[in-house]
């Protein structure tokens, strides 16, 4: 089983937003979301958004919104 992690980073790396899915579909979405509501002023300071993904929910932050 594939789960996608969604997350929001600020400039320390500390996460700020996360969402799990297990629908590719649904990450993608909410990536192009969290990416577009970072303002020009936080990217400039550091913030990101990253997809990624991990094999077990286990695997998945604590503090995540877990949707399945």
């Given at each position: 089983?594939?789960?996608?992690?969604?997350?929001?980073?600020?400039?320390?790396?500390?996460?700020?937003?996360?969402?799990?899915?297990?629908?590719e579909?649904?990450?993608?979405?909410?990536?192009?979301s969290?990416?577009?509501?970072?303002?020009?002023?936080?990217?400039?300071?550091?913030?990101?958004?990253?997809?990624?993904?991990?094999?077990?929910?286990?695997?998945?932050?604590?503090?995540?919104?877990?949707?399945?």
């Amino acid at each position: 089983m594939t789960i996608w992690i969604n997350e929001q980073l600020d400039p320390l790396g500390i996460i700020y937003a996360c969402i799990a899915c297990d629908s590719e579909t649904e990450a993608q979405a909410c990536h192009v979301s969290f990416q577009e509501n970072l303002t020009a002023d936080q990217k400039a300071d550091g913030w990101v958004a990253r997809l990624r993904t991990v094999e077990s929910w286990d695997d998945v932050p604590v503090n995540a919104l877990k949707l399945s």
